[in-house]
């Protein structure tokens, strides 16, 4: 189809997509929202949903200006070429796509959304949420779209012809057709969403410190069903995320279908794995848990590896993702609910074992180790960047608004201390089952005899 007409069939798929990815952002607040204590259940589940509304509207205002705007030194795009989504009206489409132009901004808010929303899991338990407000609107703007434009809007870790692959392995091509030779593969998000949010995620836990209790107390999580219906939120959802990435209902869109599915699988099994043979028992939080591995791992690699490769990569991201959890406690970052482990080491290992697994380029296939060399670079790179970038937004805060709530409201539980309501209302919910208890009817008491009754019955005989 013609570049420069609508396609319907694109932007179907888009839209459905966007929906999907929309999803995964309440699917992670009942994931994360079962896996904290049951006293800050709702604080956990409101950051989820803060993020969209924060991130939505930083998105439309300038964050897709920065992401997918003209290029500015191969690190951000001009914040004022798409100032408010201004200009754009519902028939514009984006250039060579057939997609309008709102649809794909759509499509790509949802991405900013979920990975500012990913990073709160590390800190669970313990911060203001105005601070948290105040982060996601400064994350999105300074750290998340400036690397969604270094990867994905032709800047310095993309693959266009003034790239650090390009500076590391010549380009092909010539004049304005020029790419790098060896372009970095981030098919949906390993570096721009996962490392990027994986490594915010540490800093931030870091920068505010452990929880009370933590590495003594049990904080075990308090609604496991919830835990693994989120995680099966996610898996669906995720599919508008690499799937979604394809563009259109096509055969990439298929096969990233097909190895988000195994790889998933695949991560599941090998969590499950590292339990039974570490614990002695497999856990349903651990099998969640890989599940959230793989899609993760999979996420940069969707359409560059084989559904073999798939399997292959799921297993070893849920098995290192497996090792790598229970380290928090023997280095004493209080990483709550596993951003780290999960989330950066997941979307390391899918950085770079694409270098070795992709058909087309990867040391496995015959293709030499450029690949590998371009996804490792380009992976310090992206923590590097979000490192730098997520300490000074959160010194800033931590400066000014600060991040901790008081010790007693710790203690007593932020849903309560600072929500002023409850996940559960237990005491509430015991004296309505009182109320509806069933009244006992007590028989009324036999009437004292009279003298007939004491008279005796006839027996034999005329009996009238």
């Given at each position: 189809?013609?570049?420069?007409?609508?396609?319907t069939?694109?932007?179907?798929?888009l839209?459905?997509?966007a929906s999907?990815?929309?999803?995964?952002t309440?699917?992670?607040a009942?994931f994360?929202?079962?896996?904290?204590?049951?006293?800050?259940?709702?604080n956990?589940?409101?950051?989820s949903?803060t993020?969209?509304?924060?991130g939505?509207?930083?998105?439309?205002?300038?964050?897709?200006s920065?992401a997918f705007?003209?290029?500015?030194?191969g690190?951000?795009?001009?914040?004022?070429?798409?100032?408010?989504l201004?200009?754009?009206?519902?028939?514009?489409?984006?250039?060579g796509?057939g997609?309008p132009?709102?649809?794909?901004?759509?499509?790509?808010?949802?991405f900013?959304?979920?990975?500012?929303?990913?990073i709160?899991?590390?800190?669970?338990?313990?911060?203001r949420?105005?601070?948290?407000v105040?982060?996601?609107?400064a994350?999105?703007?300074?750290?998340?779209?400036p690397?969604a434009?270094?990867?994905?809007g032709?800047?310095?870790?993309?693959g266009s012809?003034?790239?650090l692959?390009?500076?590391?392995?010549?380009?092909t091509?010539?004049?304005?057709?020029?790419?790098?030779?060896?372009?970095?593969?981030d098919?949906?998000?390993?570096t721009?969403?996962h490392?990027?949010?994986?490594?915010?995620?540490?800093?931030l836990?870091?920068?505010?410190?452990?929880?009370?209790g933590?590495?003594?107390?049990?904080?075990?999580?308090?609604?496991?069903p919830?835990?693994?219906?989120?995680a099966?939120?996610?898996?669906f959802?995720?599919?508008g995320?690499n799937?979604?990435?394809a563009?259109?209902?096509?055969?990439?869109?298929?096969?990233a279908?097909?190895?988000t599915t195994?790889a998933?699988a695949?991560?599941?099994?090998?969590?499950?794995?590292?339990e039974r043979?570490?614990?002695?028992?497999?856990?349903?939080?651990?099998v969640?848990?890989?599940i959230?591995?793989?899609?993760v791992?999979?996420?940069?690699a969707?359409?560059?590896v084989?559904?073999?490769g798939a399997?292959a990569?799921?297993?070893?991201?849920g098995a290192?993702?497996?090792?790598?959890?229970?380290l928090?406690?023997?280095?004493?970052?209080?990483?709550?609910?596993?951003?780290v482990g999960v989330?950066?080491?997941?979307?390391i290992?899918?950085?770079?074992?694409?270098?070795l697994?992709?058909?087309?380029t990867?040391?496995?296939?015959g293709?030499?180790?450029?690949?590998?060399?371009v996804q490792?670079?380009v992976?310090i790179?992206a923590?590097?960047?979000s490192?730098?970038?997520?300490?000074?937004?959160a010194?800033?805060?931590?400066?000014?608004?600060g991040?901790?709530?008081?010790?007693?409201?710790?203690?007593?539980?932020i849903?309560?201390?600072?929500?002023a309501?409850a996940?559960?209302?237990?005491?509430?919910?015991?004296?309505?089952?009182?109320?509806?208890?069933?009244?006992?009817?007590?028989?009324?008491?036999a009437?004292?005899?009279?003298?007939?009754?004491?008279t005796?019955?006839?027996?034999?005989?005329?009996v009238?």
């Amino acid at each position: 189809m013609d570049p420069f007409t609508l396609d319907t069939g694109a932007t179907a798929w888009l839209l459905m997509s966007a929906s999907l990815v929309l999803l995964m952002t309440p699917a992670l607040a009942l994931f994360y929202g079962g896996m904290v204590r049951a006293r800050t259940v709702l604080n956990m589940m409101l950051m989820s949903f803060t993020a969209i509304a924060v991130g939505a509207i930083v998105w439309t205002v300038c964050g897709y200006s920065i992401a997918f705007g003209s290029d500015i030194g191969g690190i951000i795009g001009d914040p004022l070429s798409h100032l408010g989504l201004h200009g754009e009206d519902a028939e514009s489409l984006l250039a060579g796509s057939g997609v309008p132009f709102l649809v794909a901004a759509g499509f790509q808010m949802t991405f900013a959304i979920i990975g500012a929303a990913l990073i709160s899991g590390a800190i669970a338990d313990r911060v203001r949420l105005r601070t948290w407000v105040l982060f996601v609107a400064a994350w999105i703007p300074l750290c998340y779209a400036p690397l969604a434009h270094m990867v994905w809007g032709g800047g310095i870790l993309s693959g266009s012809a003034d790239s650090l692959a390009a500076w590391m392995f010549g380009t092909t091509g010539s004049g304005a057709d020029a790419v790098a030779a060896v372009a970095p593969i981030d098919f949906a998000g390993g570096t721009v969403v996962h490392i990027n949010a994986g490594m915010a995620g540490l800093v931030l836990a870091l920068v505010v410190g452990p929880r009370l209790g933590f590495g003594t107390d049990a904080m075990k999580p308090h609604n496991l069903p919830l835990v693994m219906l989120g995680a099966a939120l996610l898996w669906f959802g995720w599919f508008g995320f690499n799937a979604g990435s394809a563009g259109t209902a096509d055969a990439t869109a298929g096969l990233a279908w097909v190895t988000t599915t195994v790889a998933t699988a695949a991560a599941a099994l090998g969590w499950a794995l590292v339990e039974r043979i570490r614990d002695r028992h497999v856990t349903s939080l651990g099998v969640a848990s890989g599940i959230v591995a793989g899609l993760v791992a999979i996420t940069p690699a969707a359409a560059a590896v084989s559904p073999l490769g798939a399997i292959a990569l799921g297993a070893v991201a849920g098995a290192v993702c497996a090792l790598v959890v229970p380290l928090k406690h023997r280095v004493g970052i209080d990483d709550s609910l596993d951003v780290v482990g999960v989330h950066l080491t997941g979307g390391i290992v899918g950085t770079v074992l694409v270098g070795l697994l992709s058909v087309d380029t990867g040391l496995l296939y015959g293709h030499g180790a450029a690949q590998l060399v371009v996804q490792t670079v380009v992976a310090i790179a992206a923590i590097i960047v979000s490192g730098v970038v997520t300490l000074a937004i959160a010194l800033v805060l931590r400066a000014t608004v600060g991040w901790r709530i008081t010790p007693a409201e710790e203690r007593a539980g932020i849903d309560i201390s600072r929500h002023a309501e409850a996940g559960y209302d237990l005491v509430g919910s015991l004296a309505s089952r009182r109320d509806r208890r069933p009244v006992r009817i007590e028989p009324a008491p036999a009437p004292a005899p009279t003298a007939a009754d004491r008279t005796p019955a006839p027996t034999g005989g005329d009996v009238r």
